[in-house]
């Protein structure tokens, strides 16, 4: 069975930085698309950062480039998303979702999902 597990959420004061992780099981994490979604209170789910099925491009957010960094480790199954300078409107669930076949970080691509992780960014 695919498994994801997200952590690393917590409270943070602006300007401040946080490193999710997901663990990954039961599937390929070397060949299926593998990114970080987030739904924040009242908005629907969105797109963060991805790494594409294919050519392990990355695919990220306008409103994420250059204070989220997307990296994975092969070795240990696992995704990571360093999230930098954050602000106020960065607070969300963040899940980490998989798929066999994907090269745009969208939502209605992704078969499976983890169980999310909360993000607060509040002073």
């Known amino acids: 069975d695919v498994q994801l597990q997200a952590s690393g959420g917590g409270l943070v004061q602006p300007g401040g930085s946080l490193r999710l992780s997901c663990a990954a099981s039961?599937?390929?994490?070397?060949?299926?698309?593998i990114g970080w979604f987030r739904q924040a209170p009242g908005k629907e789910r969105e797109g963060v950062s991805c790494i594409s099925s294919s050519d392990r491009s990355i695919d990220s957010a306008d409103s994420v480039k250059g204070q989220f960094t997307i990296s994975s480790d092969s070795a240990k199954k696992t995704l990571y998303l360093q999230m930098d300078n954050l602000k106020a409107e960065d607070t969300a669930i963040y899940y980490c979702?998989?798929?066999?076949?994907?090269?745009?970080?969208?939502?209605?691509?992704?078969?499976?999902w983890g169980q999310g992780t909360l993000v607060t960014v509040s002073s």
């Open positions: 979702a998989a798929t066999s076949i994907a090269h745009k970080c969208v939502v209605w691509l992704y078969d499976y």
């Open positions: 039961g599937f390929s994490f070397d060949t299926y698309a």
